[in-house]
């Protein structure tokens, strides 16, 4: 959500008019999936197969197909979408909230998942149960009736909250302040779960946990109550983590779902979280009184609060709405539900099973009224869950809570007072029917009005509210939208970040990483003002409010924002704290798409899976998904950019220092952004920034930059040359010496030096990497040496023209650029013995002479040898092709060797080249004299080409997690 | 004479081509209309020309007469003065600007009178764009002229590339588009605008003006050869040889364009031509080629291909006559095999390889035999040759039946 930053301000209209389409849209579609999971419920009483279906659907944000094969990390996206799918909307909004997620956290994702999955497994098998009693109360109503045994059942009692539990059996028609109150506390409660159970959580642990819970609610009842306080300190990290999934969330933002504007929003989504409270808490209170399985609410409890509350919502009650708000963390109950089932099954199943609990989840739902469905399974859950988080968080909680949180609690409490009254302001303001509109919309406007700091602000936010409400009802979105998640409105004068509304609770430590990212590189076009601007012309000023708004501080303080100060101030400490918490902050985010995953409303119903996975696959390609995708990358320039979150950050003095002195050299381009416009690259100055390094030392890390250079930490012409002097007599490895050089050419690069050096570093740079197969490295120095020759710098051309002329005919295989790489020879050129060597390969490859081939890599000057190796092997599986097609009855297979350039003598290469025979399918055999002979009949139709053994998935295997370590240590 | 020239008079010639220009776009004379846009060919000096240096505010004469075109005739008058000026780059300029002006009046023509202008438009852009490149490489300059030229031509390839009348008039800029692409080696940009040419449903190819469909032939077939895969020759051979059937015979210059990219990929197929037809079109530098072919004289082959190398690197034929290498190999087998059977019935079919390798060392090519092994090995996987090789004896046996099987249009 946080990633939305800038853009959620003015995401908030636009966010709410795509909602309303593609929300509906997403509904009647959803409906289907749920059928569908449910089948898959029946059929996998363990969580395998639900799970595939699920995890596919995320995965490929475009097509909606399963796949069977999906990996952990899919089974987290299934966590959301599963939530998501008892909405309609929501669900949509699940697949690609888990899509977004599942690309930007790849390492962390697995964490934040697991839990998740954790969730799904344990909502999965309380689903089975619950389904039954979901049926039983076709309508929302029905399932509180149902829910109340529950709740009695559960250890509600000790869970606690009577308002909650009255509520629940109400049916959540009670006033809303009661609520509102009761149920801050809860969600405070819940949150901490939540984030601590699914996203901190080593999901792990609280599996085991939760099993136990499940086991003893009775013994997890206290817990909670515990953990209550705990868990209130973690707010502040549920909502760090919050901010993380924003940027997730932000492509889901910008897909049309109601949650999208909750991500776009992401700083307001958890404002309006907070608001929730006093709704989540009755939801809590639910889970707790109808918690009858206590163990799935540990793991679960945010996202089981925001679902009673959606079913709540159902009814119609305006209260009830209040809840839909938080309906995005409604589909988390789902999870909660069945968590208490996983428990019992999967101990030892891991994500996979976690995947298909959560599709079976839905699937109960669906069949039900979903929200009955909902409920039931909540109620199982909830309470066990609550005691886990306590513990994990506990660990947690301290570092972060100490700091900051303390102050926000204190805060929180005044927070809610306030709310209540404007609650009030807000009906008459908007002189709608108050009773008509939702509880959690009220909530909405009060916190609005409860940031503006004169009457003037008031009376703007007003107007802007009325319009944002009407537009609702006009939409349809009225009921359906969660206000809880709805960004809140910028303020006219601060404006501040609204994106980072998260801020109302979460206060600057989790905005922290989240709000600066939205900083961006510079050189980032422009940014997402078209679409604050389409919300308020004030949202403009997001774009300097990186700062997060500290609603508390908002509200209790009333001010505090400077804009200028924001950007800096608010950065350091947060800085640190996100950096502490970034594991969690993503997993929090996770959690958080989730919720968002939910907020669709009641209004599902029955509808085609195809229409759903048409639709998910349309928001796969729709603009706003192309946004995500925008952000997302964004954000990994970001996150290289703020020294806390990059691994080095610890290591890296130089980065830390660059940071803070950068500033004055980019005051010109951070200034440009402040006025709410960028600089195009092209009416840059760059003259102006071109630098003069200053820095003397000799060993330097690449980092790439992203940001202008900071002259103390770039080196001169003459510091260069013994940095790279120093690399060539290096005896470490090739991913330092490539890291070294990469930061030698960096500093030519910025200090614009083109000359002899340049070449020579990209010379040796090139050499290695042909030496190490690095060939993605080889081509950038390859294609910059062409360059850096054609301009006039001398150096080794023959050389180099010879490497490019293999590289093209060898690796490229493009017949166009051969041509003009030969065309380009000059009759110099053509005499030199490398160039040479290199045609001679040609005319060998295109005649498919594999002897001549092999003759001249033995002999290969310069590095050509290290170019033709990477064709060896093709050239020898297609020599074995021709020998087995043309030669009969047999060929020996010392012949073999000899010829295919097998380099060892004797025995060695004999056995060499049997062993790569058998490889291929060759059939071998022993003649008379004992010699070992290639039947070349038999071969013919056997050989093969083996699987490269070093494969990996992505392509380039020298990307493989050892050597990643191996370069950031 | 310009220094002859009145004012009045200049006015008045000015006047005159502005009204005939007006005249013919209100009568929607598309012929007239073209030729009165055609000004690079105009020689340096016209009346026209001699009046625009005499009268230098043309300018505001032709924007106060005719307002309706003041975005048009301005920079019309400017681009036809800066080129007979000969400072090409400013013609291109002022001629772009007219251009664009140009194709906004004629995207809201619904009927495709302008046709022939719009044509003449694009012809005109990119011949100056030619001239004012050449200019800035003189002058040491970034020559990005044609590149822009090739960024408007697309505007107007869209303007017509729609359903409707005017659909018929986008092969000729398809054709120009081609020529700049293929002068600025971005050969990979035709891509783009095949595919919106060959998947149009709603317009039949055969529809375009047979002129445009020689030429679009012509360069996807240069295309063809261009291409990674060889086997795409077949695609090229079918286009070029569209190419040559229909391109006017009387074009004698076109018809050697043609045939200089279809001879090769002939060859490639194995289909040689007659000596007559190389003379006749001057395609001489193949005519030792087709000889070694003929003879199985490898010799030959490669002294052709190293006279003529940096020419057929250049257009782009080196890589498919290189592979012609395996066919004169398998001539060689073939005469030598040819030569045994009147000798040695009996042995016909067994050819030594020590033979082979004197036979080439008589051509003055030192091969060692594991050399020649594999080449003949080469031409059994190939299907150049049917039979197999003995490796233990050192002999390349040929089969019984039909040892040297015809091509039939497939490349090697």
């Known amino acids: 959500m946080a990633s939305h930053g800038a853009a959620p301000a003015a995401g908030s209209d636009a966010a709410r008019v795509e909602v309303s389409g593609t929300g509906q849209t997403n509904q009647p579609a959803y409906p289907p999936l749920v059928s569908g999971d449910h089948s898959w ?45 008892p909405p309609a909307v929501q669900s949509t909004m699940g697949l690609t909230n888990a899509s977004h997620s599942h690309v930007p956290y790849s390492s962390s994702l697995q964490h934040g998942y697991n839990p998740a999955e954790y969730a799904n497994y344990y909502y999965n098998y309380p689903q089975a149960t619950n389904s039954c009693s979901v049926q039983q109360g076709g309508a929302n109503q029905h399932s509180g009736a149902a829910y109340q045994p529950l709740t009695s059942f559960q ?97 889901a933002g910008s897909s049309n779902i109601d949650n999208t504007v909750v991500n776009t929003t992401s700083g307001y989504s958890y404002p309006s979280m907070e608001p929730p409270p006093p709704g989540t808490t009755p939801w809590k209170s639910n889970s707790g009184a109808s918690v009858v399985p206590p163990v799935q609410a540990p793991s679960v409890p945010e996202p089981q609060n925001q679902y009673v509350q959606q079913a709540q919502v159902t009814p119609g009650f305006q209260n009830q709405y209040a809840y839909q708000a938080p309906g995005v963390p409604v589909s988390q109950n789902y999870y909660a539900s069945q968590a208490p089932a996983y428990p019992q099954n999967n101990m030892n199943v891991n994500q996979v099973p976690l995947n298909n609990h959560g599709d079976q989840q839905k699937s109960p739902n669906m069949q039900g009224s979903l929200t009955t469905g909902i409920y039931s399974s909540e109620n199982k859950t909830q309470i066990p869950t609550i005691p886990r988080i306590a513990p994990g968080f506990s660990m947690v909680i301290p570092k972060s809570e100490k700091k900051i949180l303390g102050a926000d609690l204190a805060k929180k409490p005044a927070y809610v007072s306030v709310s209540v009254p404007k609650n009030d302001d807000k009906a008459v303001q908007n002189g709608s029917d108050a009773r008509s509109l939702p509880f959690s919309l009220r909530n909405y406007a009060m916190r609005n009005l409860s940031r503006c700091k004169d009457e003037a602000q008031r ?94 501080a908002q509200n209790t303080m009333g001010n505090s924002w400077n804009l200028g100060k924001s ?32 907020t669709s409303s009641d209004s599902d ?273 297609e020599a074995i092709k021709c020998m087995s097609r043309s030669y009969r009855p047999t060929v020996p297979v010392g012949y073999v060797a000899q010829v295919l350039g097998f380099l060892l003598d004797g025995e060695d290469r004999l056995e060499e080249c049997e062993i790569w025979l058998k490889a291929h399918g060759a059939v071998l055999s022993v003649d008379n004299s004992g010699e070992l002979q290639i039947d070349t009949k038999a071969s013919s139709s056997t050989l093969f080409m083996p699987e490269p053994e070093n494969a990996v998935a992505h392509g380039d295997a020298s990307l493989a997690v050892n050597d990643f370590f191996a370069r950031t240590l | 004479m310009a220094a002859y020239l009145s004012m009045g008079e200049a006015h008045r010639r000015i006047a005159d081509y502005l009204s005939r220009l007006d005249d013919a776009i209100s009568q929607s004379d598309g012929a007239d209309l073209a030729s009165l846009l055609a000004i690079s060919s105009a020689p340096a000096s016209t009346p026209l020309s001699d009046a625009l240096a005499a009268f230098p505010d043309f300018g505001r004469l032709a924007a106060d007469r005719f307002p309706h075109l003041s975005d048009f005739l301005p920079s019309l008058l400017r681009a036809i003065h800066s080129h007979s000026l000969r400072r090409f780059g400013d013609a291109y300029s002022s001629f772009e600007k007219a251009a664009s002006a140009f194709l906004q009046e004629f995207r809201n023509w619904e009927t495709p009178w302008a046709m022939e202008a719009m044509h003449m438009v694009a012809l005109e852009i990119r011949l100056l764009a030619e001239k004012a490149d050449r200019e800035l490489v003189m002058s040491g300059k970034n020559p990005d002229k044609l590149q822009a030229a090739g960024s408007f031509l697309m505007k107007v390839f869209g303007a017509l590339a729609v359903k409707g009348p005017k659909r018929v008039g986008a092969l000729y800029v398809t054709c120009q588009l081609f020529k700049i692409y293929f002068r600025l080696g971005t050969v990979n940009l035709c891509r783009s605008v095949i595919r919106s040419i060959e998947t149009a449903r709603n317009f039949d190819f055969e ?57 090769p990929v002939k060859l490639s ?21 087709v000889t070694s072919l003929r003879r199985g004289d490898l010799r030959l082959l490669k002294q052709a291909l190293d006279r003529h190398e940096d020419q057929l690197l250049k257009c782009g034929v080196y890589l498919v006559l290189e592979k012609l290498e395996l066919q004169v190999y398998r001539r060689l087998v073939k005469k030598i095999h040819i030569i045994q059977r009147e000798k040695e019935p009996s042995k016909a079919h067994q050819i030594k390889l020590e033979v082979l390798v004197k036979t080439l060392q008589w051509l003055g090519i030192t091969m060692d035999v594991d050399e020649v092994e594999c080449i003949m090995a080469c031409l059994i996987y190939k299907n150049l040759i049917k039979g197999y090789f003995a490796h233990k004896s050192k002999v390349l046996v040929l089969s019984k039946q039909d040892p040297f099987p015809k091509l039939n249009g497939k490349p090697v």
Not at chain 1, 217 to 232: G, K, L, R
Request: hydrophobic residues 30%; positive net charge; charged residues 20%.
């Open chain 2, 207 to 263: 529809d375009f003006p047979v002129k445009d469909k020689v030429t679009y032939m012509y360069y996807t077939g240069r295309l063809e050869v261009f291409n990674e895969n060889f086997s795409c020759l077949n695609q090229a051979d079918q286009k070029l040889t569209y190419a040559l059937m229909h391109c006017n015979p009387q074009s004698e210059s076109n018809l050697r364009k043609i045939l200089k990219f279809l001879i």
């Open chain 2, 269 to 289: 197929i194995g289909v040689l031509p007659r000596r007559t037809l190389l003379e006749k079109y001057n395609l001489l530098e193949y005519a030792d080629i």
């Open chain 1, 459 to 552: 009376a703007a936010c007003q107007t802007m509210i009325q319009q944002i409400t009407s537009k609702a009802i006009s939409n349809g979105t009225l009921l359906t939208k969660n206000w809880d998640t709805e960004p809140l409105i910028p303020l006219p004068e601060n404006l501040l970040t609204m994106t980072e509304t998260s801020a109302n609770n979460s206060s600057s430590l989790p905005t922290s990483s989240t709000p600066k990212r939205r900083l961006k590189s510079r050189w980032e076009p422009v940014p997402e003002e078209k679409v604050t601007e389409k919300v308020e012309p004030l949202a403009k000023a997001l774009m300097n409010g990186y700062v997060h708004n500290n609603l508390k």
């Open chain 1, 41 to 85: 419920s029946s059929t996998t009483g363990a969580a395998a197969a639900g799970s595939w279906n699920y995890p596919v659907a995320n995965q490929s944000q475009d097509a909606v197909y399963y796949d069977p094969q999906r990996d952990v990390s899919v089974s987290g996206d299934n966590q959301n979408v599963a939530s998501s799918a």
């Open chain 1, 605 to 877: 119903k029955e509808k085609d899976l195809t229409k759903y996975y048409a639709n998910a696959s349309a928001v796969a390609n729709s603009p706003e998904e192309k946004k995500r995708r925008e952000h997302r990358s964004k954000r990994f320039e970001k996150s290289k950019d703020s020294p806390s979150k990059s691994r080095n950050s610890a290591v890296n003095k130089d980065a830390m220092a660059r940071i803070h002195t950068r500033r004055p050299i980019s005051a010109l381009v951070t200034g440009s952004y402040k006025d709410g416009s960028s600089l195009a690259v092209e009416d840059m100055d760059w003259d102006a920034l071109t630098v003069k390094g200053t820095c003397q030392e000799i060993e330097k890390r690449y980092l790439r930059l992203t940001s202008a250079p900071d002259p103390s930490t770039v080196r001169p012409e003459h510091v260069l040359e013994k940095a790279l002097s120093m690399v060539e007599t290096s005896q470490k490895n090739y991913l330092y010496k490539c890291d070294q050089l990469k930061s030698i050419r960096q500093d030519l690069t910025v200090q614009r030096i083109q000359n002899e050096l340049t070449v020579k570093v990209y010379e040796t740079h090139a050499r290695l990497a042909l030496q190490a197969g690095d060939l993605p490295e080889f081509n950038q120095c390859q294609s910059q040496l062409k360059r850096l020759y054609r301009e006039g710098n001398n150096g080794c051309y023959f050389e180099f023209s010879a490497y490019n002329l293999l590289c093209v005919m060898l690796h490229s295989n493009n017949k166009r650029d051969l041509l003009s790489s030969m065309a380009s020879l000059s009759k110099e050129a053509k005499q030199d013995g490398a160039v040479k060597h290199a045609l001679a390969v040609h005319a060998a490859v295109s005649s498919g002479n594999y002897v001549i081939f092999f003759k001249l890599y033995k002999q290969g000057p310069n590095l050509n040898s290290c170019l033709m190796d990477l064709y060896v092997e093709r050239m020898r599986f």
């Open chain 1, 155 to 251: 250890n509600s009692g000790s869970y606690v909250d009577p308002a909650s539990n009255t509520y629940y059996n109400a049916g959540g028609h009670q006033t809303a302040p009661g609520y509102a109150t009761t149920n801050y506390y809860y969600q405070t409660d819940t949150r901490n779960d939540g984030s601590s159970a699914n996203n901190y959580a080593q999901s792990y642990q609280n599996y085991p946990s939760s099993d136990t819970n499940a086991a003893q609610s009775s013994s997890t009842v206290p817990a909670n109550s515990f953990s209550y306080q705990q868990q209130y300190n973690q707010w502040p990290y549920y909502y760090n983590h919050s901010v993380p999934t924003p940027a997730g969330n932000p492509v």
């Open chain 1, 567 to 598: 950007l800096q101030s608010p950065h350091a400490p947060s800085s640190k704290i996100s950096h502490r918490l970034s594991k969690k902050q993503k997993m929090g985010s996770y959690s958080s798409v989730v919720q968002n995953g939910n």
